[in-house]
């Protein structure tokens, strides 16, 4: 396992406007019980490291954590917060 | 015993090896919508197998969730046979603590074992099943490896249940403690919940859970179990500052991954794959929208080029059945039923199954390589601006083929009201048995442009598609569709079987309509238009004919002109006796509702047959206007058509529109019953429909009279 580098709070940003090719962290959820309880179990939850791999800034955003690559929609992406862990 | 386990895990091709079944395996999210039953002999003892959809958690968001999960309570299978992706284990076992939780006793299948370890993840799997204390077997389902140790490890639990002791998720001392009250307080009354373990119960509680909670609400207790769940949740929020559900879900991976950093053993680190490469293009933002045109337009061209030779097989095929069927009959009653009747109504309809077939094929092939959820992902961008999500899509698109499996395929969609949307939607999108009725119209009425009007009539209902979602969005379904989640499954080659197993549960549908209901409509229809029949004619036909032969016969008249003269005669006898029969005097009947569309009684009739299936209009108006069997090529038909004083193309393309809108088939219709289960949905579906083809065909029609189009 890697150690968490050391970040400042202004890497801290959404998922809708994180760019791709950037591994992230996910930090925590604006959203309700049924959108958490959703994407955790489809392998995206708390403290979990992603990478975007696509995000244009429309339309859903394309991460893969793991080995599992998900396709996440604009609206849910603004919901989930995310910080930047490193550049790739 | 029953499999359970993460879309794409390969539960349906493991329950295919137990059970020696031929289930489609695909590489899209939901393949098994429903649950599957197989069976199984070993050791003179017969086992029951069901195969339940694939899901990622059990909680009650999506169909497929809560009929695995209510599988799992109400029947309590002896044994859980839990398919874990081992190459992707950590998210596969997410689904396993929750199984775990209900109570049953599970075996867990490490599938895709050999994947794993080309990725660098080995398992201890005799040490996992210690940490988890259930027994684990490391399993290839598409090499068939670990099968017999995969079933005897399931029989040893079935039959040593009291032996069985998991280990479950431990939510942290102040969550366990809210937990256990709440759970003494779900024991003191179980009347309507009996089935489910109480601490279950209670986390689901927590959870707010919709379908756990409507259970309980029917419970005498339901006020004082809903106002402690409130307050452990209020509770929990403030003491844990985050949501009971996200508490719930961390615990969970932090459970898993602390039994996986002991047994599972991580040492590829890059986690590139040739799937990331290919969706760098494919779901680009500027190139994945073209690449998904393309791929579409090519689906349709071949479905349509490909089709034409085996097509025109089928077409000389049926013609010459007709021909022995009516050398060998006496000319009657029963020459007329098996011919015009049976072969020229089942006929008729089977002549699409290559283009069927073909479209099939492309649409299998778009799922099993994993391109379809790209689809989804591309389409999304654009249907989000119409009030839906990409998943909405791929519904609309398979109703291009037939809007059966269209709304079959609407099962994706998580939320009920996004999906019935979508199925309202979808029967707008002209299938591929209405196409029939617009070549013939159009052959007969713009021969020169009749590509363009077909194309015309195509975009309107896309338009329509979209102006009833935005429609419904505005009134029966407020609100924003469900935010959209989807997995990108890996890219994979296709297997032949696998193809040919899709394309051939679907085409069989649509040879058993042909075969059931269109034959059975054939019959109907043929007996509404014979009966009663007419004994006397406006003009004594038979001495006509007798007449005319007589005149050739001494050298009047050429061969071509008898021809003609016999086949008028022939037709204006069939259309006199149409007139007189049931159907005849039905379609009389309603003409005045349709009068103001410019339709008159025959088409009144053709459309009413439309309802058995669409295609079934064309057969049915060459009946009308007797000119005895066609099909949308038929010359004759297409002349009298054209020539008919009564008719102009303005009413032609109002006849277009009505046809393409108005109610989908009985097929569909069954369909959306059985997938709504809401008679006031279907009634909705047909209302709306129907009323939306009379308004916009008179709109064409009023509209373009008043511009002088007549």
């Known amino acids: ?88 | 015993m029953a499999i359970a386990g993460n879309p794409n895990s390969g539960k349906t091709t493991i329950f295919n090896n137990l059970t020696g079944a031929n289930q489609h395996v695909g590489n899209y999210p939901g393949v098994t919508v429903e649950k599957k039953e197989g069976w199984l002999d070993l050791d003179g003892r017969r086992l029951k197998l069901v195969d339940l959809p694939g899901t990622y958690s059990l909680s009650a968001h999506s169909i497929e969730e809560v009929v695995a999960r209510n599988y799992i309570i109400e029947q309590k299978p002896d044994v859980v046979i839990d398919v874990v992706d081992a190459s992707n284990i950590e998210r596969n076992l997410y689904l396993t603590t929750q199984l775990l939780e209900l109570d049953v006793p599970v075996v867990l299948a490490l599938n895709m074992s050999d994947q794993a370890e080309k990725r660098g993840i080995i398992t201890d799997h005799k040490l996992l099943s210690q940490l988890l204390g259930v027994a684990s077997v490391p399993t290839v389902g598409n090499k068939k490896k670990g099968m017999q140790e995969l079933l005897k490890a399931a029989i040893a639990v079935a039959d040593n249940q009291d032996v069985y002791q998991p280990f479950t998720v431990n939510y942290g001392k102040e969550f366990e403690q809210e937990l256990e009250t709440l759970t003494q307080l779900v024991e003191q009354d179980n009347s309507v919940i009996g089935n489910c373990p109480p601490r279950w119960v209670a986390l689901k509680l927590l959870e707010d859970d919709p379908e756990v909670i409507k259970k309980v609400g029917q419970q005498k207790t339901a006020a004082a179990i809903f106002a402690a769940a409130d307050e452990s949740r209020e509770r929990l929020e403030a003491l844990l500052g985050e949501a009971p559900s996200a508490v719930i879900s961390d615990r969970r991976y932090g459970f898993i991954s602390g039994a996986c950093s002991e047994a599972v053993q991580f040492s590829g680190e890059k986690r590139h794959s040739v799937s990331d490469t290919i969706d760098l293009m494919l779901i680009h933002p500027s190139l994945g929208l073209p690449i998904f045109a393309f791929l579409m337009w090519m689906m349709f061209t071949l479905t349509f080029t490909l089709g034409k030779m085996p097509m025109e097989w089928i077409e000389w095929g049926v013609g010459v059945l007709a021909g022995f069927a009516r050398s060998v009959l006496p000319e009657g009653l029963l020459s007329s039923l098996i011919v015009d009747g049976i072969i020229a109504g089942v006929g008729g309809v089977i002549v699409f199954l290559p283009n069927i077939v073909l479209l099939f094929l492309a649409i299998a092939i778009l799922e099993d390589t994993g391109y379809m959820a790209r689809a989804a992902f591309v389409m999304d961008r654009i249907m989000h601006r119409i009030g839906l999500h990409g998943k909405s899509f791929i519904p609309m698109l398979i109703g291009f083929g037939c809007t059966v499996p269209a709304y079959m395929g609407a099962r994706i969609i998580e939320d009920r009201s996004d999906r019935l949307v979508t199925m309202h939607a979808t029967g707008f999108m002209s299938c591929g048995a209405r196409l029939p009725v617009y070549i013939l119209v159009c052959g007969a009425f713009w021969p020169e442009n009749a590509g363009n009007v077909v194309f015309s009539i195509y975009a309107l209902g896309v338009l329509v598609a979209v102006g009833t979602i935005k429609l419904l969005r505005g009134t029966r379904f407020r609100g924003m569709s469900e935010p959209f989640i989807m997995e990108l499954p890996p890219y994979r080659v296709p297997t032949v079987r696998s193809l040919v197993i899709h394309m051939w549960e679907r085409s069989w549908m649509y040879i058993r309509k042909a075969g059931t209901i269109i034959l059975a409509f054939s019959i109907i229809m043929w007996v509404l238009m014979t009966f009663p029949r007419l004994d006397s004619y406006s003009q004594d036909y038979h001495v006509l004919i007798d007449d005319a032969t007589a005149s050739y016969e001494v050298g009047n008249m050429s061969d071509t002109e008898l021809d003609s003269l016999v086949t008028g005669y022939e037709s204006a006898m069939a259309a006199e006796s149409i007139r007189n029969s049931l159907m005849g005097r039905f379609g009389m009947l309603i003409e005045p509702a349709i009068e103001p569309l410019g339709f008159d009684w025959r088409m009144g009739v053709a459309l009413i047959s439309g309802f058995a299936a669409k295609e079934v209009v064309v057969s049915t108006m060459g009946t009308v206007y007797g000119v005895g069997e066609v099909d949308e090529e038929s010359g004759s038909l297409r002349g009298r058509l054209a020539g008919d004083p009564l008719y102009s193309p303005l009413i032609a393309y109002a006849f277009l529109v009505f046809v393409l809108l108005y109610i989908p088939c009985m097929a569909a219709m069954a369909v959306f019953l059985r997938e709504t289960g809401s008679f006031k949905e279907l009634a909705f579906q047909i209302g709306y429909t129907t009323g939306l083809a009379w308004v916009m065909a008179f709109v064409v029609y009023q509209g373009g009279r008043l511009l002088g189009l007549d």
Do not use: C, Y
């Open chain 1, 1 to 88: 396992m890697r150690k968490r580098s050391v970040q400042s709070t202004s890497g801290e940003t959404t998922l809708s406007k994180a760019q791709p090719g950037i591994t992230f962290e996910m930090i925590g959820l604006d959203g309700g019980e049924r959108m958490s309880e959703r994407i955790s179990s489809m392998g995206l939850n708390n403290h979990a490291r992603f990478q975007v791999i696509a995000n244009s800034g429309h339309g859903p955003v394309g991460i893969r954590v793991g080995w599992t690559t998900l396709g996440i929609g604009r609206g849910m992406a603004a919901k989930i917060r995310v910080r930047k862990i490193e550049a790739d």
